[in-house]
């Protein structure tokens, strides 16, 4: 049914279902995964505390360690269980289009994402990050809630 699983997480507790779910599908399958966790770009001009106190340099140097956390957590779940798994981080200013660019790329006949995310108030005005990949992917989601 499904060989390669995308599994994209921003390492809130939803996600962290959402990737226990996933990896439980794939062992179910046979499938092999890819846990993706996206940054946003720094901004010179923005609300965002995390970059406000950050140089360029810094934010990136953090965003990595953050991204090597929330993804080396995935990596250790899915050789616990016995599922092959990829890692991918990367920065884009819109996660959605990530996710989908990267279920392409990588070839994924799935995505297994959380309902929402960390996001708060502003998933709800600006919209989920969840709904725009519902709104775009050309392959099936599974979401989790």
């Known amino acids: 049914m499904y060989t390669h699983i995308l599994i994209p997480t921003d390492g809130s507790t939803l996600a962290g279902k959402a990737v226990q779910h996933g990896i439980a599908l794939a062992k179910q399958l046979g499938a092999k995964v890819t846990a993706l966790t996206v940054s946003p770009p720094f901004h010179t001009l923005t609300t965002d505390t995390q970059m406000i106190e950050d140089t360029p340099a810094l934010y990136k140097t953090r965003m990595e360690a953050h991204g090597e956390k929330i993804l080396g957590a995935v990596a250790h779940a899915a050789q616990a269980a016995g599922v092959a798994c990829a890692t991918i981080h990367v920065e884009h200013e819109h996660p959605y289009q990530a996710i989908i660019d990267t279920a392409a790329a990588k070839h ?38």
């Open 108 to 145: 994924c006949d799935l995505v297994v994402m959380s309902s929402h995310g960390r996001h708060g108030i502003a998933g709800i005005v600006l919209g989920s990050e969840t709904v725009k990949v519902l709104t775009h992917s050309k392959i099936p989601v599974l979401v989790y809630r």
